[in-house]
């Protein structure tokens, strides 16, 4: 599986963004794919995360309410559209994937084996 991420800039606080994750490659009913970012100076966090197929979306408890995991099944993406941004968003964002995930490990950095190149976002105040 290849991962292609984009989408990131610079935006001010309040501003909505939508990072987008091209995936290509042998993908399986079991693939999942998802979202974890990295800010300055921390260790690179999970954020949301679904099944390719479709079906139930999963979030950190910090992403509920502002960021919204969605596949776009013509295109092979996956998009993370985050609202109302806030300086603390601030950082490189990933998009991840792996053919072999179960539903207790798919918030699990180490659960996936595929990684986009990151795109950086910046939050300004």
Avoid: H
């Amino acid at each position: 599986v290849q991962l292609q991420a984009s989408g990131g800039g610079l935006v001010q606080a309040g501003d909505s963004l939508r990072l987008s994750c091209a995936v290509s490659g042998r993908t399986y009913s079991s693939t999942a794919t998802a979202w974890f970012r990295q800010a300055p100076g921390k260790e690179r966090e999970f954020v949301a995360a679904m099944r390719w197929s479709g079906g139930s979306t999963y979030y950190a408890d910090s992403a509920k309410g502002r960021f919204t995991i969605a596949r776009d099944s013509a295109e092979n993406t996956v998009s993370l559209q985050i609202d109302n941004l806030r300086p603390e968003d601030t950082a490189v964002y990933y998009c991840a994937a792996d053919n072999a995930i179960g539903l207790a490990t798919i918030r699990f950095r180490s659960s996936y084996k595929f990684w986009g190149q990151g795109t950086q976002v910046t939050v300004s105040s």
